[in-house]
C-alpha cells in the first residue's frame, strides 16, 4: 500500500473512529467525472481533486489529491500523469459500505461497460481508456474499507462532450444530491411577462414545511407529506441531475399510496389528477396543495436549479406553455 494512503487511513480511524451505520456510498459511477478538475491547475498538472464538488458532499480537504469524508468514513485519492502524448487519471476511493449497489450501477453504466472479469469493468471501445477496478479490501485496526479504482486514459487536448473550450473537465454547477434531505415550498403562476406561459418555483431548505424531499441515491427521491387528513404519504419517482439542470421522472407505482403488504394501490389517471385546470388557472394549483396530484405535477417537470451557499437555500424553476396537447407526457420546458 501506498506509504502515504496509509498515513491518511491512520489519519481517518483518528478523525473518524470507524463506526458508520450508512448503508450506501457517497459516490456512484455516475459521478466519478464530476471528482476531479482540470480547471484553474497549474500548467504542468494534469487534474485535480474537484473541491466545488467534493465540499457540498460533506468532504474536507487534505491536499489538491486527497480528500476525506469524516462522518462517512470515505477517502478520495487521486494520480495524475502524463504520458507522451496522453493523460492518465486514477482515482481511488475507499469506502466502508458495500459495494453491491455500486456493482449493478457498472451493469447500467453509460457508456456501456464490458466486464472483462470479476472485478473489472471496461469501456467497449478502445480510447479513450475508461476502466472500473474492484480493488482488494484495506483492513486498518480491524476496519474493513472497500477500494474501487477508476482509470481514464486519453489524449491530450481531446475534449468530450462535457468539455468546454479551454477545459476538459471544467467546474460544474452540479450539486451533489445524493443522500440528501430538504424541505421545499412550490409557487406556481402565470408568467409576468408573458401571460401565455406559467412558472414554477420551488424553494429547497432545511427549514420544516409541510413537504419533504430526499434524494435516497444517485437516481432515486421520496416525497413526504400529511394531507389534510393528517395522513401521511411517501411517493417515489427518480431523478437526474447535471450541470444547473435537474430531471425527475416518474416510477410506475411510485405516485400510489400502498396497502399493508406494501402493494401499490390503483392511481388515478393523467386526466383525473387534474392537471389541465392546474394549466389553465394557476390557482387550481394552489387550492390542491397537501393532495396526491399537486406532488405529482411538481415532480412531472425538469429545472433549473440554482444553489445559494451562503443561505443554505436551492431554487428550482420552469417555464412551460400553459396550453399542453398531451398532458400523458411530461410538459416541455421552455428555455429562457
Known amino acids: 500500500m501506498n506509504k502515504k494512503i496509509a498515513k491518511l487511513l491512520k489519519l481517518l ?28 491547475v497549474a500548467a504542468n498538472e494534469v487534474a485535480v481533486l474537484n473541491q466545488t464538488y467534493l465540499l457540498p458532499a460533506g468532504f474536507q480537504r487534505l491536499d489538491d489529491t486527497h480528500y476525506i469524508h469524516p462522518q462517512r468514513n470515505e477517502l478520495l485519492s ?11 487519471i486514477l482515482l481511488t476511493y475507499l469506502t466502508p459500505v458495500d459495494l453491491k449497489v455500486f456493482r449493478e450501477r457498472l451493469l447500467n453504466h453509460e457508456p456501456e461497460l464490458e466486464q472483462t472479469d470479476a472485478d473489472t469493468y471496461q469501456a467497449k ?8 477496478m474492484i480493488g482488494k479490501d ?25 468539455s468546454s473550450e479551454n477545459y476538459t473537465f471544467p467546474l460544474t454547477e452540479t450539486y451533489p444530491l445524493q443522500h440528501t434531505t430538504w424541505y421545499f415550498t412550490a409557487n406556481y403562476e402565470r408568467s409576468q411577462s408573458d401571460s ?7 424553494i429547497y ?11 435516497v441515491d444517485d437516481i432515486h427521491f421520496k416525497v413526504t407529506y400529511t394531507d389534510q387528513k393528517k395522513k401521511a404519504h411517501v411517493y417515489q419517482g427518480k431523478y437526474r441531475n447535471y450541470k444547473s439542470d435537474i430531471y425527475f421522472f416518474n416510477l410506475e407505482g411510485g405516485w400510489s399510496d400502498r396497502d399493508k403488504t406494501g402493494r401499490a394501490l390503483e392511481s388515478p389517471s393523467e386526466n383525473y389528477m387534474g392537471a389541465k385546470s392546474f394549466l389553465t388557472d394557476p390557482k387550481n ?10 406532488l405529482r405535477f411538481i ?30 407526457s411530461m410538459p416541455k420546458r421552455v428555455e429562457r
Do not use: W
Open 13 to 40: 480511524l483518528v478523525v473518524c473512529c470507524i463506526n458508520s451505520n450508512l448503508s450506501a456510498q457517497q459516490f456512484y459511477p455516475r459521478n466519478f467525472l464530476l471528482l476531479f478538475t482540470d480547471q484553474e
Open 78 to 88: 487521486l494520480s495524475a500523469r502524463q504520458l507522451d502524448n496522453k493523460n492518465e
Open 125 to 132: 471501445f478502445k480510447t479513450p481508456v475508461l476502466k472500473y
Open 138 to 162: 484495506t483492513v486498518v485496526d480491524n476496519k474493513r474499507l472497500h477500494r474501487v479504482k477508476f482509470l481514464l486514459i486519453y489524449d491530450k487536448g481531446q475534449k468530450f462532450p462535457f
Open 196 to 202: 401565455e406561459y406559467n412558472e414554477m418555483r420551488l
Open 205 to 215: 431548505g432545511k427549514e420544516k414545511t409541510a413537504y419533504k424531499i430526499e434524494f
Open 285 to 294: 394549483f394552489t387550492a390542491a396543495a397537501g393532495t396526491a396530484r399537486y
Open 299 to 328: 415532480f412531472s417537470k425538469s429545472y433549473v436549479a440554482t444553489y445559494n451557499v451562503d443561505l443554505g437555500l436551492m431554487e428550482l424553476s420552469t417555464r412551460e406553455e400553459k396550453e399542453q396537447e398531451d398532458r400523458t
